[in-house]
């Protein structure tokens, strides 16, 4: 691709991470696209025809939206806006909302349903993946799902800060507040995305930016994905808000059992401390997008409020089908992640 007129070809940063091997059809074609600068070459039949929940399109998906974060070493900058590759991401967008929208066509239309049972602890959480890992976990299991959950708080609060233009009056004050505390309410030492950098020095792990991109199965790719998708498209704001509210409100009950379980397991201090962060500044989190975010967006905009119950929805259905796949996967005594 030609870059606009008056710049040049420029590559990914020094932080992007590395181009990755596609795993099938379409990621095959994105990752060809990114290598060569030519338009991508696919069927857009085939973006119907593919599993939306499979390694494939949200491998796929992953690649085209990365282009709007850090991108990739030695992939020309300019191909972010290559109309080529938005239309095929448009494609693939389309099939990934269907599939979101169709497994989440029972849960409620409204905030107070949406998030009434998100509010109250359960009485036997045996079934949530924190509490085993809480319980029982060994460190390489900790291990694991770090490097899975990388993806995601490497670029926490990222995707969300895009929906600050798209807010205002209160809800967009409060929601600039929130924002502030994710990226370290200035100081670099204390962005979120970087506490979680050391814990995963402390377990072992490399922290670079998107390192453990090749190992991470569909699962984990969606749940990064969903907020890519909501981020980037002004029509899903009010998804967005509903996502971001959904993560705040149930992450204090979990970090809470997370941290434990690091400190049972020896994980070293800046382990347990990325959770113990988010014990405190979540529960604080959790009253401030419920009543100022979601309360200031409805009171401008109440015709958003199903699009906040969506959001919220489809993130519970993610973590729950990424919840599974990592229990299912240590049950059969096998590793979460994907071969190297």
């Known amino acids: 691709m030609t870059p606009p007129s008056g710049a040049s070809a420029v590559t990914g940063s020094a932080s ?8 099938g059809e379409l990621s095959n074609a994105v990752v060809r696209a990114l290598r060569t600068g030519r338009p991508p070459a696919w069927a857009p039949g085939s973006a119907l025809r593919a599993d939306p929940w499979g390694e494939d399109l949200q ?34 967008e389309d099939r990934f909302l269907h599939a979101l929208k169709t497994g989440t066509a029972d849960a409620p239309r409204s905030v107070a349903a949406a998030f009434a049972p998100l509010l109250v602890e359960p009485v036997d959480p045996g079934d949530s993946l924190s509490h085993r890992l809480h319980v029982e976990g060994e460190l390489w299991q900790l291990r694991e799902y770090a ?11 990222d995707p969300h800060a895009w929906v600050i233009p798209r807010l205002t009056g209160r809800a967009k004050a409060a929601m600039v507040a929130i924002e502030y505390d994710e990226f ?3 100081r670099p030492d204390r962005i979120h995305a970087r506490l979680f950098a050391d814990l995963m020095a402390d377990l072992g792990l490399d922290p670079a930016y998107g390192h453990y991109l090749d190992r991470a199965p569909a699962p984990a790719l969606a749940t990064v994905n969903l907020m890519s998708l909501l981020g980037l498209h002004r029509a899903l704001r009010g998804a967005l808000i509903g996502h971001f509210a959904c993560v705040e409100v149930t992450s204090s009950p979990g970090s809470r059992r997370l941290a434990a379980a690091m400190r049972r397991c020896g994980a070293g201090p800046a382990a347990e401390r990325f959770y113990t962060e988010h014990v405190e500044a979540d529960a604080v989190h959790e009253q401030v997008v419920r009543h100022e975010v979601i309360g200031g967006l409805l009171a401008d905009e109440p015709a958003l409020e199903p699009d906040v119950a969506f959001g919220c929805a489809a993130t519970l259905l993610l973590e729950d089908r990424l919840a599974a796949h990592i229990r299912t996967a240590w049950d059969r005594g096998h590793s979460a992640l994907r071969p190297a």
């Not at 990365?66 to 239309?87: K, M, S, T």
């Not at 490097?147 to 609060?157: D, Q």
């Open 59 to 92: 491998l796929a998906l992953y690649l085209l939206y990365e282009l709007h974060y850090r991108g990739f070493a030695e992939v020309d900058e300019a191909l972010e806006w290559d109309p080529g590759l938005l239309r095929m991401r448009r494609a693939l």
């Open 184 to 186: 370290g309410a200035g």
């Open 16 to 23: 992007a991470p590395a181009l990755v091997q596609g795993r």
């Open 147 to 157: 490097a899975l959950r990388s993806l995601y708080h490497l670029k926490e609060a």
